[in-house]
């Protein structure tokens, strides 16, 4: 399964505000996320299914940040047709429109332990794609770490190498990837590490944002062929 969170971050001191946006595979692992970038229980860990997209907001190095956890999807099935039903695909488009002002950053979140093949990487473009045909250009890899023994062999940088399509995956977000791993001492300082690496692409966009209109390109259909959008 998968899903998506958005973050929306306004800084307190400048009137101008940024909003990012976390897709992730993993129900439990994007509530993690979640409550990592917030610094608090904001999410329920116990594997409690979202089914509409839910709020929380807290105070994050000076930002309000107001996160969005969406419903999630499935990596693909037997058919060969859309690994989410329209109507998910529907709430997921509809969560951008929580973010008012435009979303400045879409963090893709994957598991670094997971088994990622050609298959999931099509999923992931196909639900990254629901923002519009502009998303890649603010998309961020966001790897998650459950055990930080993974890293004593080898580096986020050779695993990610050894792995032709989360290569692929991270390349068409520019290069750009973070990681995140479960020891929770090092936690805030990676979360900052990924902030400062979001505002490092807010800057190299020169601060423009991904709007919900954007996604209006997207046909989304039901099962009577009944389009949403």
């Known amino acids: 399964m998968g899903s998506i969170v958005h973050a929306l971050w306004c800084n307190l001191i400048k009137e101008k505000s940024h909003q990012s946006a976390i897709v992730c595979h993993d129900a439990k692992r994007k509530s993690a996320v979640g409550n990592a970038i917030l610094g608090t229980m904001a999410f329920d860990q116990v594997g409690v299914r979202t089914r509409m997209s839910v709020c929380r907001e807290g105070l994050v190095g000076g930002r309000r940040l107001v996160v969005v956890d969406t419903p999630g999807w499935e990596w693909f099935n037997l058919g060969g047709a859309s690994a989410s039903p329209a109507a998910l695909r529907k709430e997921i488009v509809r969560s951008m429109r929580l973010c008012h002002h435009g979303v400045h950053t879409l ?113 989304i259909t039901d099962l009577n062929g009944n389009c949403f959008f």
């Open 107 to 219: 963090l893709l979140v994957v598991p670094l332990s997971f088994s990622f093949s050609k298959r999931e990487r099509h999923v992931a473009e196909e639900h990254v794609e629901l923002f519009g045909p502009r998303a890649w250009n603010y998309t961020l890899v966001l790897f998650t770490i459950k055990d930080s023994k993974q890293l004593r062999v080898c580096s986020v940088q050779v695993e990610v190498e050894g792995n032709g399509e989360l290569q692929k995956l991270v390349e068409r977000c520019g290069g750009r990837y973070h990681a995140l791993h479960g020891q929770t001492s090092r936690r805030r300082d990676q979360v900052t590490s990924l902030l400062a690496k979001i505002q490092e692409m807010i800057s190299a966009n020169g601060g423009s944002v991904l709007l919900s209109e954007e996604t209006g390109s997207v046909n």
